[in-house]
Each structure stands twice: as C-alpha cells, then as structure tokens.
C-alpha cells in the first residue's frame, strides 16, 4: 500500500510540473525581450563593477566607451521595441539621451527609464563626435511650454539636439564617438554607429577604422 501511494504521489508531482512547463511556454517570452531582459542585467553589472573597481585612467576608460556603447545599444532596440525615435545627446563632461515627442515633434529628455537619464563621466574624461550626423528631425525645447515663465523669452529656452539619431525601423545616423582622457589626449577610444543601428567599440571599432582606410 505505501508503495502504491509514493507512486501516485510521484506521477502527480510530474504531472504539475509538465503542466508547468506547458504554462510557461505559452506565456513565454519572445527572443527579443529575452535579449533585451540579458543586455539591461549586463550594463547593470557594468555598472556595480564600475562603482566597485574605479581603477586608473585606463580603466576609467574602458569602462565608459562599454557603458556608452551599451547603452545606445540598449537605446536603439528599445526605439524598434516602442515603435518611437530615440537620441543621444553628448553635453560638456557626460551625455544623455532625448525622445521625440509623438504629439509635438519635438525632442525632450527621456523620462521614465532610469537606464537612459543624463550621464555624468568621471573627472578627467570627455566625450565628443569625430563624425557628423546627416539626419535632419525635429529640434525640440528644454521646457514645455506650460512650465515656462511669461517673462521668459523665446531665445532663453534650450534647443534640444540630438548627436546621434536612432529611428523606430532600426536605423540610425552613422557617427563615430570619442571618450578620452583629457591630460593623456593618447589614452581614447571610440564608439561607431552604423546606418543599420550597429554598434561597435573598442578594438572592434578601431579594426573596423583600419580596414577603412
């Protein structure tokens, strides 16, 4: 008797979970929100492991051209995911990313997705673009205008203006970025976006240079 009930104890444990599993696989999710879930767990790692080894320059270094090229990566698929147009926006000492207003057409600072807000680069480091963007969208303002001042001119409010532009097709305006040390002008490395949203740094980058030339 006792082995009858562990054998039918045993069949209705395999039966609950191959009905689990059943479960899992009809709600499960789809290759691209699996990629995108492993890409934000490795730039949140990136991340801790800056924090806790910040290291010498070169460190430094590398660490931010993976952060920046991380994160426009994780930018560009997030603009075919949300069917929305995404840019980044390099500032003196850091960077940010913008999105275009669906209503307005104006580009305003991201809100909402703490991965993508103003980025501040250790002291000593810059950021700018060696190449030129050749997309031409909306330019869009610092303020809404319902927060502004009735004595604020027109001409004091900021034009946002995206670097880099990363369309909702997959797209993207081909430009080559630049991290480096401002008292070791030697000690950089670049960040290059192709026209297909490609994103490639480090010697990758540098190979890619070379074979151009």
Not at 80 to 90: A, D, F, S, T, W
Request: with cysteine; charged share 25%.
């Amino acid at each position: 008797m006792a082995k009858v009930l562990t054998l039918t104890s045993t069949t209705n444990k395999q039966s609950e979970m191959i009905a689990t599993i059943r479960s899992a696989r009809s709600s499960g999710f789809t290759l691209l929100e699996v990629l995108m879930v492993v890409l934000v767990v490795g730039i949140l790692s990136a991340v801790v492991l800056i924090s806790l080894n910040p290291g010498g320059p070169e460190r430094k270094l590398g660490d931010e051209t993976e952060r920046l090229a991380s994160l426009i990566s994780l930018a560009s698929n997030e603009a075919v995911m949300q069917n929305r147009e995404y840019g980044v926006r390099l500032e003196q000492g850091g960077y940010g990313f913008l999105c275009l207003d669906d209503k307005s057409q104006k580009w305003r600072e991201c809100v909402g997705d703490s991965m993508l807000k103003h980025h501040v680069l250790p002291e000593g480091l810059e950021v700018r673009a060696l190449t030129g963007s050749r997309m031409s969208l909306p330019q869009g303002e610092a303020e809404e205008p319902d927060t502004l001042n009735e004595n604020t001119e027109k001409e004091e409010v900021a034009i946002l203006t995206p670097d880099v532009i990363l369309l909702s097709s997959g797209e993207a305006s081909p430009v080559e970025l630049e991290i480096r040390v401002i008292e070791e002008p030697s000690l950089r490395m670049t960040v290059i976006v192709d026209d297909i949203g490609r994103v490639k740094w480090g010697e990758q980058a540098e190979m890619d240079d070379d074979n151009a030339k």
